[in-house]
């Protein structure tokens, strides 16, 4: 099986960085997805790390380290609008085809 | 617009009625996932379609449980003899390939009372 460990909440101030971590512990691992949700919105896709390292769209990286079965999201120049909550997940494959497993979730508050 | 459709958006129902609800690709997808999400979770898999065949049923799926996605192309879900657990947002999600990236649709907001 998968299970996928993020922090509950984190707090930040507009334009600062913020970091959101996920571990992940898992039979087999292909990589790893984020994804952002406001309240009463649909999970919208942000990144996928297939491999590791660090991968760049706009104010927002997300990077991978499957040796440490660990990776995150970072979020720089932070806007109000980026208040929500962001997810991690990983493909899990069976009979060949896959199905995302989601962590919980981090509920990220932006104040002024 | 997400590219997914889902209808209602929110609804009421009374213990032990049977409720349906209905996802609509705006495009043509083969993949079509449905998920279920609680407040302050994660999204839930539940089952997954490829095509017309449903492919898994998760165990959260007990027997009153059923989706069908007849023609490959919209699909419903309905819950018979709903209880109060039941209620949850329950989300129609689209496989975009092989960068896992789904496109959900906005949910429908079940509330059971």
């Known amino acids: 099986g998968q299970s996928l460990e993020q922090p509950s909440e984190v707090t930040a101030v507009e334009g600062a960085i913020v970091q959101i971590n996920c571990t992940y512990q898992?039979?087999?691992?292909?990589?790893l997805s984020w994804y952002q949700q406001h309240d009463g919105g649909a999970p919208t896709f942000l990144s996928y790390?297939?491999?590791?390292g660090l991968e760049e769209t706009g104010r927002f990286s997300s990077f991978l380290s499957r040796s440490d079965s660990y990776g995150y999201l970072l979020l720089q120049e932070l806007q109000m609008k980026d208040s929500a909550s962001y997810f991690c997940a990983a493909p899990m494959f069976s009979g060949g085809y896959n199905k995302l497993i989601f962590g919980a979730g981090t509920r990220l508050a932006v104040h002024p | 617009d997400t590219g997914v459709s889902q209808d209602p958006r929110h609804k009421i129902t009374k213990r032990g009625q049977n409720v349906t609800f209905r996802c609509d690709p705006i495009?043509?997808?083969?993949?079509l996932y449905w998920y279920r999400q609680t407040l302050g979770q994660g999204p839930e898999f539940l089952t997954y379609f490829q095509n017309e065949a449903q492919l898994e049923k998760s165990r959260l799926l007990s027997d009153r449980f059923s989706a069908e996605r007849p023609k490959g192309s919209f699909s419903t879900l309905e819950i018979q003899r709903t209880e109060q657990g039941d209620s949850a947002m329950y989300l129609c999600?689209?496989?975009?390939?092989?960068?896992?990236?789904?496109?959900f649709g906005s949910g429908t907001r079940l509330t059971v009372v």
């Open positions: 999600a689209l496989s975009r390939g092989e960068d896992y990236g789904y496109t």
């Open positions: 898992t039979s087999g691992f292909y990589g």
């Open positions: 790390n297939g491999l590791d």
């Open positions: 495009s043509e997808h083969n993949r």
